[in-house]
């Protein structure tokens, strides 16, 4: 199948992904190496590196590098990959028995794919939304404590900076993950409408055949926790290190990250899921009327023959077994041990919240409690 390079409509996934040849792994790596050496540089130029009692410096302080070495490296990862995991699902999906796809069903799900990477509404959306993050961060580290992101002006101005790029490839890779589900749906709707969607409820996948769909819903639900725990380590500043109390809105970004989590998995997965539904009620339905048929016949000739009897009984017995079999036949692309999977990403961003809360009550349960360590 010929690659749809939908990175193409982005110039600087075109430019990592076409001229530098760059893996998402590759990218997170020399995220993780760009980014601890500007910070090193500027906590060096700032004189942050150390600092005395009462203020922290970069090598003093683990936020900036869970950030570094952890959140950044994931987000820009993903970034890329965001652009060619959905070409890999689409082209599995055409190369599978679950879609009966020609030539002209082929030139149609590009056109679907290339008009929805296509508007350059996305660019200015995503650098928006990077401008108005990075000027809320600049605002809020000189109210921040114990930070050495707000330890001098010049570590606010870089990590401002950071801000802004870093938001501004996560907000592409949200509205990739969002466009992406549209694109599933829209081709499963078609194959649908169609009568060309054809499901395997018994395929060893044990996802209907589906496992491309599955693989990637876990793989962005994975991201949202990542996310997620982004969010938490923002919480936990805001209730440890102050300003929590002013900015109460910030906490409203936790079930936002829970919703997305929601979104990213089941969003591409609903598609299929109304495809694998309609394939087993109409086995039911199927199984139902041939039950009712032979019950009509034995019904009709219980004065008859013995032997016939008792060969439409077991036949109905039969029947009855194979409806409750049928009825087990899965109806979403994924496992119990993907589900697992997911319900452990959505709880991320409460982690680091849960910490710090209890971090914060402790104290002033052991003073109440006449204990004190200070």
Not at 77 to 92: H, P, R
Not at 133 to 162: A, E
Not at 330 to 340: A, G, K, S
Request: positive net charge; charged residues 15%.
């Amino acid at each position: 199948m010929r690659k749809r390079n939908l990175y193409r409509f982005d110039p600087f996934a075109y430019l990592l992904l076409e001229k530098f040849q760059l893996s998402p792994l590759v990218f997170g790596l020399l995220g993780i190496l760009i980014g601890s050496s500007i910070y090193l540089i500027t906590a060096w130029i700032s004189n942050t590196l150390w600092l005395p009692k009462g203020q922290i410096g970069l090598l003093q302080d683990i936020f900036p590098w869970i950030w570094l070495l952890f959140i950044n490296p994931v987000v820009l990862g993903y970034y890329l990959w965001s652009f060619q995991a959905i070409d890999a699902v689409i082209s599995e999906l055409e190369e599978s028995d679950v879609l009966e796809i020609d030539e002209s069903e082929i030139q149609a799900i590009n056109q679907i794919s290339f008009n929805a990477y296509k508007p350059k509404w996305r660019f200015f959306l995503a650098l928006s939304s990077g401008i108005i993050f990075s000027f809320f961060v600049f605002g809020t580290r000189f109210k921040l404590q114990n930070s050495w992101t707000s330890s001098h002006p010049l570590p606010i101005l870089i990590v401002s900076i950071s801000t802004l790029c870093l938001v501004y490839l996560g907000s592409i890779l949200v509205i990739n993950l969002i466009t992406n589900i549209w694109i599933l749906h829209s081709i499963l709707k078609r194959a649908l409408a169609k009568k060309q969607f054809n499901v395997n409820p018994l395929h060893p996948d044990r996802c209907g055949g589906l496992r491309s769909l599955s693989d990637y819903a876990i793989k962005t639900a994975y991201l949202a926790a990542v996310l997620g725990l982004m969010v938490g380590f923002i919480e936990y500043q805001f209730i440890t290190r102050g300003t929590g109390q002013n900015l109460w809105f910030v906490h409203l970004v936790v079930p936002l990250d829970i919703l997305l989590s929601i979104v990213c998995f089941f969003g591409p997965l609903v598609a299929a899921h109304r495809g694998m539904k309609k394939a087993k009620e109409e086995l039911l339905h199927d199984i139902a009327r041939q039950f009712q048929a032979d019950y009509g016949q034995i019904h009709a000739s219980l004065t008859g023959d013995a032997e016939a009897l008792k060969q439409g009984t077991e036949k109905i017995k039969n029947l009855r077994a194979f409806y409750s079999l049928t009825d087990k036949f899965p109806v979403w692309p994924f496992d119990v041990q993907t589900f697992r999977q997911f319900l452990l990403t959505v709880s991320a961003p409460l982690l680091p919240l849960v910490i710090g809360i209890i971090q914060k009550l402790i104290p002033i349960l052991l003073k109440k409690w006449g204990i004190n360590f200070s």
